[in-house]
T-cell receptor, first 112, second 109 residues
Framework: NAGVTQTPKFRILKIGQSMTLQCAQD?????MYWYRQDPGMGLKLIYY???????DKGEVPNGYNVSRSTTEDFPLRLELAAPSQTSVYFC???????????FGPGTRLTVT | KNEVEQSPQNLTAQEGEFITINCSYS?????LHWLQQHPGGGIVSLFM???GKKKHGRLIATINIQEKHSSLHITASHPRDSAVYIC???????????FGKGTKLTVNP
């Protein structure tokens, strides 16, 4: 099993550009999550999904969109990138919310 | 909203020392997570516990539900234990986790 994969690993965007961060898992997990991690801060939940076709906002959803058309994939879309979105983004998945989460390797995004 | 506090923020130890990292939270929970973030950035789940104690190798996690407090202990610490250790708890019974800011551990040879 590849576990949770994320692409790209690194990306530099100019202000106002858009991009999609890809996340996929091969563990047949129902729950998937997108987090951002800023220096010195705890992980913050952006969006999460409890299954294909069902998504909900987390703590910091502004400036982002998600979709979940399949169990495996959970892409995160950034529209009109802003410097405040400079961060490391982690995707995670779990079978249920009450068990451990499996994390992807992260995407380091810089917006200049 | 559940508030999570970890202490200390930074910890430096000599190889072989016994390490304790603490986590306190404000709202009663069903289970608490301990995670490890490697210097390269990868995050792995170490423990999920709802009561008592769990042990995995040199790592021991304990939780006191009444006091809303958990500790992560590392026995016979080694430089490869150098990482950021993160505590997380559910937010008010939802599917979402609230994370502490982490404790950065450095173990010197």
């Amino acid at each position: 099993n590849a576990g949770v994969t994320q692409t790209p690993k690194f990306r530099i965007l100019k202000i106002g550009q858009s991009m999609t961060l890809q996340c996929a898992q091969d563990m047949n997990h129902n729950y998937m999550y997108w987090y951002r991690q800023d220096p010195g801060m705890g992980l913050k939940l952006i969006y999460y999904s409890v299954g294909a076709g069902i998504t909900d906002k987390g703590e910091v959803p502004n400036g982002y969109n998600v979709s979940r058309s399949t169990t495996e994939d959970f892409p995160l879309r950034l529209e009109l990138a802003a410097p405040s979105q400079t961060s490391v983004y982690f995707c995670a998945s779990s079978y249920t919310p009450s068990v451990e989460q499996y994390f992807g390797p992260g995407t380091r995004l810089t917006v200049t | 909203k559940n508030e999570v506090e970890q202490s200390p923020q930074n910890l430096t130890a000599q190889e072989g020392e016994f390490i304790t990292i603490n986590c306190s939270y404000s709202v009663g929970i069903s289970a608490l997570h301990w995670l490890q973030q490697h210097p390269g950035g990868g995050i792995v789940s170490l423990f999920m516990l709802s009561s008592g104690k769990k042990k995995h190798g040199r790592l021991i996690a304990t939780i006191n539900i009444q006091e809303k407090h958990s500790s992560l202990h590392i026995t016979a610490s080694h430089p490869r234990d150098s990482a950021v250790y993160i505590c997380a708890v559910p937010e008010g019974g939802s599917e979402k986790l609230v994370f502490g800011k982490g404790t950065k551990l450095t173990v010197n040879p």
